[in-house]
């Protein structure tokens, strides 16, 4: 069932120099992203004073594709815990399994007994490490259940895991109180207040949404979340967060400075990361929601790096040097050409030369069978084809005998919605061998598929491995929810 969705509105835009912002610092940062062969931007906002005064996506990525923002989703679950709390309908102090009485009588060790809503909020279970695969180990049916009956090493609230069931449990809990799923609880409280248009969240065999993972929103999306904690929960005039959430939901709750990289051992709050500048959400291979209260900036990205924190790195070098304290006069021109830049954003073409003249009718209607590595990770693909006509090339794959046609070699990147929404390029590296790029648009991966015409056989490869299963039709925002 789909909610009633309000047609989302415009953020007030600025010229840069307008909020004390240098061009040139923006466009040092856009350099250096775009200089670093980990790194591929899909899209970035850069708000200040209320004002986006940068904006652009790298095509084929478009403003209005959703994007899989991965553990992002977290701050968006913790915001739905702050409304149920203000709405009295959970307590922090209250202790989790205290909203799950079926499992009572299960539940005995003292220290999970113990364990609160603020703990799992704050990744302060007192387990020393990832519990999913232990706790899906000990229930595969109710992931809740199977957490609570593991053990904590240490007393809640002393010692900080990232740990996923936590969040899920935050999600279950909202599930229960509300009788709605967390989209569905958001979507009147925070989504249409803030002009959020569509969201789909992935959810687990048992139909609840995951929590700490498979939302997909817009960028605009992030930069609204971002907008609404940097003015403390108030939206044009309007609290829509209860007072005093935001400082308790972005302070240090727990400290997690074990030795891993720099913007990663600054604390945690209640599913938002400090950062050594400001605070954020974010998600893998490269999914952010920065907040910079000091700035009054947000900048919100979506990309493809398994380098997270060279991403940071990259803002902190360039962009925070750019924040002045005021307008700059004169800047114009250096504005204009800004504008002008990130209109034109765009991924490079994947490599790749035209088809070889005197192989062409080789190539055209030649089938492959999977290589051994694809036979072991990639099962569900069978067959490869090339095939051309009079518009151009078609690599079509079979996956669980499902056809997936995807047209390359174009002039650039070419987009096919159905059945995944995906964009197609390659070409070939010599005469025997084609190489295409699928990025599947809604994700942040690419599955790049290679055809050798000399032995018959393809091999596909994940340039990101996909956390919730590697399958081409599966690359897409579960379409149904809010």
């Not at 690599?395 to 174009?410: A, S």
Request: glycine share 10%.
């Amino acid at each position: 069932m789909t909610a009633r969705r309000l047609p989302p509105r415009r953020l007030s835009t600025s010229a840069p120099a307008a909020q004390g912002v240098d061009a040139s610092g923006v466009h040092a940062f856009l350099d250096a992203l775009e200089a670093d062969p980990g790194i591929e931007p899909h899209g970035l906002m850069i708000l200040r004073h209320d004002h986006v005064v940068a904006s652009g996506w790298w095509a084929p990525y478009t403003p209005d594709r959703l994007h899989l923002l991965y553990s992002l989703s977290k701050s968006f679950t913790a915001t739905a815990v702050g409304l149920a709390a203000g709405e009295g309908l959970l307590g922090l102090d209250d202790p989790v399994i205290s909203y799950f009485p079926e499992f009572d009588a299960d539940i005995t060790d003292p220290r999970s007994r113990a364990m609160l809503v603020r703990h799992v909020a704050s990744m302060a279970s007192g387990h020393l490490e990832e519990t999913y695969e232990r706790a899906h180990a000990l229930d595969p049916h109710e992931l809740v259940r199977g957490f609570l009956l593991l053990p904590p090493d240490r007393d809640p609230g002393s010692v900080f895991a990232y740990s996923q069931p936590t969040t899920y449990t935050l999600a279950a809990i909202i599930e229960r109180v509300t009788g709605q799923s967390v989209s569905a609880y958001l979507r009147p409280r925070l989504l249409d207040p803030l002009g959020i248009g569509e969201v789909a969240w992935t959810r687990d065999r048992a139909g609840r949404e995951l929590g700490f993972s498979g939302l997909h929103a817009t960028t605009d999306a992030i930069a609204r979340l971002g907008l609404l904690y940097l003015r403390d929960g108030v939206w044009e005039g309007e609290r829509l967060l209860p007072d005093g959430w935001v400082a308790e939901a972005t302070s240090v709750h727990v400290a997690n400075d074990d030795g891993t990289l720099p913007d990663w051992r600054q604390g945690y709050g209640f599913q938002f990361w400090r950062s050594r500048h400001g605070y954020r959400g974010d998600g893998a291979y490269g999914q952010y929601c920065l907040v910079l209260p000091e700035h009054d900036v947000v900048v919100a990205m979506t990309s493809a790096s398994e380098d997270m924190q060279a991403v940071l790195d990259l803002a902190w070098e360039h962009l925070l040097p750019a924040f002045g304290p005021e307008p700059l006069p004169g800047r114009q021109e250096e504005d204009a050409a800004l504008a002008e830049r990130m209109g034109r954003l765009a991924l490079p073409p994947a490599p790749g030369k035209p088809a070889p003249p005197d192989r062409v009718e080789a190539w055209s209607g030649a089938e492959f069978t999977p290589d051994d590595v694809v036979r072991r990770t990639l099962r569900a693909l069978t067959e490869a084809r090339v095939s051309a006509d009079g518009e151009g090339w078609c690599l079509t794959l079979v996956e669980d005998g499902h056809r997936l046609d995807l047209p390359f070699g174009l002039g650039g990147w070419t987009v096919t919605e159905e059945p995944v929404p995906v964009a197609s390029d390659g070409g070939w590296t010599d005469a025997g061998t084609l190489v295409v790029d699928l990025a599947c648009l809604e994700t942040p991966h690419h599955l790049v598929v290679t055809c050798s015409l000399t032995d018959r056989t393809f091999t596909a490869r994940w340039s990101t491995q996909p956390l919730h299963g590697g399958r081409i039709r599966s690359m897409k925002a579960p379409r149904g929810s809010v």
